[in-house]
């Protein structure tokens, strides 16, 4: 069961699948084996029915709260800190990710190799911590926080759209114009001209 776990949260098309052990181990040395493992939770036997079925159900609402969280939240500035749907220690590992995103957005050199090195995750870990929490790969997230950044300076200062394709590291115009129609379904020129707030 462990080495079944271990393998489906090491393959990058399975390891955002939420993995429940069920097991006659019930020390707590070998509930914390089963987390280390990568199960995102441990039900000892025997086992009620009706107990598993809740946890089953808390851990796909959880996770389908999550994914809906961040697809719906394009604009809003530090929404990860204040959101009631994540819990404590996901909110803080994610707005870690966020504020070395946000420090480094500039930098060419701002990868999933970056942030790997940042939070001494392996390439695995961090895919799959980012993948369960946001349906995004490391390199969608960095993406979404350059984006959220271009309409934040679009909202709020009178830099033209080159400086602010320069100033959120992307480096490739039609990419950026592409991807952030993607997100706004309008170009940043029109984003501009229905959003903008300074004076």
Do not use: W
Request: proline letters at 3%.
């Amino acid at each position: 069961g462990l080495e079944f776990c271990h393998k489906m949260k090491e393959t990058i098309s399975t390891c955002q699948i939420p993995f429940i052990l069920l097991s006659a181990r019930g020390s707590e040395e070998q509930h914390m084996e089963g987390y280390e493992s990568g199960a995102d939770a441990y039900i000892d036997k025997p086992f009620n029915t009706l107990h598993l079925k809740m946890r089953i159900r808390k851990l796909l609402e959880y996770q389908e709260r999550l994914h809906s969280f961040f697809n719906n939240n394009k604009d809003n500035d530090l929404y990860i800190l204040k959101a009631p749907e994540i819990e404590d220690e996901d909110k803080i590992f994610l707005n870690s990710v966020v504020k070395i995103i946000e420090e480094n957005i500039s930098s060419e050199d701002l990868n999933a190799a970056f942030l790997e090195k940042k939070f001494f995750l392996s390439k695995m870990q961090l895919y799959r911590k980012l993948k369960t929490l946001t349906n995004m790969t490391p390199g969608e997230f960095i993406k979404s926080i350059r984006l959220k950044e271009t309409g934040n300076l679009l909202r709020t200062t009178n830099l033209n759209v080159l400086e602010i394709f320069f100033r959120t590291g992307f480096n490739n115009q039609s990419y950026f114009f592409r991807e952030f129609k993607k997100r706004y379904q309008c170009s940043p020129n029109e984003y501009r001209e229905q959003n903008h707030l300074a004076g």
